[in-house]
């Protein structure tokens, strides 16, 4: 009678010629960094920083965004977003994390001066902001020698001119702007493309790279909208945070959803007003950064829902604004619910002074007829290169719909790729095919506790509300490793052993902290699969 068990060692049993699938260990791209419009590898660094090798964490952050301190703090979190702790308990504070390594980063690595070789070919870029800064920034590290063009006096662009001191204080600004400079790129200040230096004047470069911001607010189209004391939300935060901070009494109205909104209405608060912000559809579609518009509420800004303003008028030294309420009604061939009016539903409200941030556009003035338009800005294919060969723009010049700081990042990125091979006459190349993502469902999400992000710090009350000091305190060392551990490092191996653990053929070893699968001894039994907290091994066909 045959026993029961085995009686010899399973090492000796060639299970594998039983199997018709074999198991892979495979990465998978994790949905954070998929959604990362700047292309930051989210789960690489936070796996670095949870081995506290910060500065390797710093370095690949800046693989592909040389703003790692700013985007963590005014990044609008598509990471965050699409998160599959979203789905356990809350996301990984993904952005605190980024500020974290780029703060130790700025602090503690050098910044070596790159060789450049004019003979490479040499690139000119126009608007030195998140765009124009990341596309100089790739460039020089592949050895082509960079010029800068802006007519502000320092480069940053809407960085600078745009986000206020709470959000982004302007020592982080200036550090990550001289790491980009430090490395050779050539800024020149003060010159205004179109006026100091004729665009033609820039053609001699073998690529010009047009980034500019969009600095032109777009009208009301109501009457009295040119009234003295109505202002853009463009040239009043400029000025703000460019060091003009006036005084300001009584209520103060605010048109529009965006940012600019936003950082408008705080401005006024620290300013010393009253901010009413009048937003013509509903709190669900408003544009801004939710976490901005939480602040904003909570700093005690009041916020108009479904309220269209129709008419300015002066009234000594007054200004007063008639708001027409709305409804949502059906959607339109968009998909967006049409605007309706409520009739009779005028209201009249005096004001100290009138704020409008509706929007902004480029203004594309210096560029010559030969470069084509659309009706959102420069035309570009996908590779960012317009009807003028040697000419590429991107960003908000090319009315890009999600006006972001990591956006523009990555189309500095993408923008840099492409002229680096349109120089090199090499075939412009459209990015790879979608990766495959490694969603929630896919994880064992048993093998995870629930915790709570870590609670990050805020300056008090009584300070912010009367100063521009920054309003979120970052992370310690400490905080920043503990958070790091909350990520489930979807899609990726992170030596877990649990499919070297869990395999009844011992047919997969460990070495080097990787995983090697003994295909001899492999019946292609699917456990080591099924047991991946992190789906990063698949099941393949066996080719016999």
């Known amino acids: 009678m045959l026993p029961a068990i085995s009686t010899t060692d399973t090492l000796r049993q060639n299970t ?29 660094f936070i796996q670095l920083i949870l081995a506290k090798k910060h500065r390797d964490a710093w370095e690949v952050l800046r693989e592909s965004n040389p703003f790692p301190s700013v985007c963590g703090r005014v990044c609008y979190g598509p990471c965050e977003i699409n998160c599959n702790r979203n789905a356990f308990d809350e996301p990984v504070s993904i952005r605190n994390l980024e500020r974290f390594a780029g703060d130790w980063g700025s602090k503690n690595v050098p910044v070596k001066r790159m060789k450049t070789d004019p003979s490479k070919g ?38 600078r001119a745009g986000i206020p001191e709470y959000r982004l204080p302007r020592r982080v600004l200036d550090a990550e702007i001289k790491s980009i400079l430090d490395l050779g790129v050539k800024f020149r200040g003060r010159t205004k493309v179109g006026s100091d230096i004729d665009f033609s004047e820039l053609r001699k470069y073998s690529a010009v790279f047009v980034a500019v911001g969009r600095h032109k607010s777009r009208d009301l189209g109501i009457p009295g909208e040119t009234i003295s004391g109505v202002v853009s939300g463009r040239d009043f935060l400029r000025e703000v945070n460019l060091g003009d901070r006036p005084t300001i009494r009584g209520k103060v109205a605010i048109i529009g959803g965006d940012n600019t909104a ?37 700093e005690g800004t009041s916020m108009e829902f479904l309220s269209s303003p129709i008419e300015i008028r002066k009234r000594g030294r007054m200004l007063s ?47 010559p007829d030969e470069i084509r338009r659309s009706r959102f800005g420069i035309d570009v294919d996908d590779l960012h290169q317009t009807s003028v060969p040697a000419v590429f723009a991107g960003g908000d010049a090319c009315g890009t719909d999600k ?7 990555g189309v500095g990125l993408r923008a840099a790729q492409a002229i ?27 093998y995870f506790e629930k915790k709570p992000a870590v609670s990050t710090k805020k300056t ?30 979807c899609g990726t191996c992170n030596a877990c052993d649990n499919c070297w653990t869990f395999c009844p053929d011992t047919a997969i070893k460990k070495s080097n902290g990787k995983y090697v699968v003994n295909y001899s001894k492999c019946k292609g039994c699917g456990i080591c699969v099924n047991e991946c907290p992190r ?7 066996k080719h016999f």
């Open 420 to 446: 680096d091979e349109f120089i090199s006459k090499r075939p412009l190349s459209l990015p790879e095919t979608e990766p495959t993502v490694t969603h929630a469902t896919d994880l064992r999400l048993d």
């Open 460 to 489: 008090s009350d009584a300070v912010r509300l009367k100063s521009f000091r920054e309003v979120r305190i970052g992370l310690s060392e400490k905080e920043a490793v503990e958070e790091a551990k909350r990520c489930f490092s």
């Open 321 to 367: 604004l008639t708001v027409q309420k709305m409804k949502l009604g059906g959607k339109d061939e968009k998909g967006r619910r049409r605007l309706l009016e409520i009739k009779g539903s005028e209201t009249v409200t005096p004001f100290r002074m009138i704020i409008t941030a509706i929007g902004a556009e480029p203004n594309l003035d210096f560029l």
């Open 403 to 409: 006006r972001a700081v990591a956006v523009a990042v």
């Open 16 to 44: 594998g010629s039983w199997s018709y699938v074999i198991p892979v260990h495979q990465d998978n791209t994790p949905p954070c960094s998929h959604a990362c419009p700047a292309g930051v590898d989210v789960n690489r």
């Open 122 to 159: 040499d690139v000119a870029i126009v608007g030195a902001g998140p765009a124009g800064l990341s596309c100089a920034y790739h460039l020089i590290r592949k050895g082509y020698p960079v010029t800068v063009f802006d007519s502000m006096p320092k480069a940053g662009g809407m960085l």
């Open 535 to 541: 789906h990063a091994i698949h099941l393949e066909s």
């Open 262 to 298: 936003i950082d408008v209405a705080r401005c006024v608060l620290r300013l010393g007003g009253k901010p009413v912000v009048f937003y013509s559809r509903s709190y669900e579609e408003m544009p801004a950064i939710r976490d901005e518009i939480r602040e904003a509420e909570y």
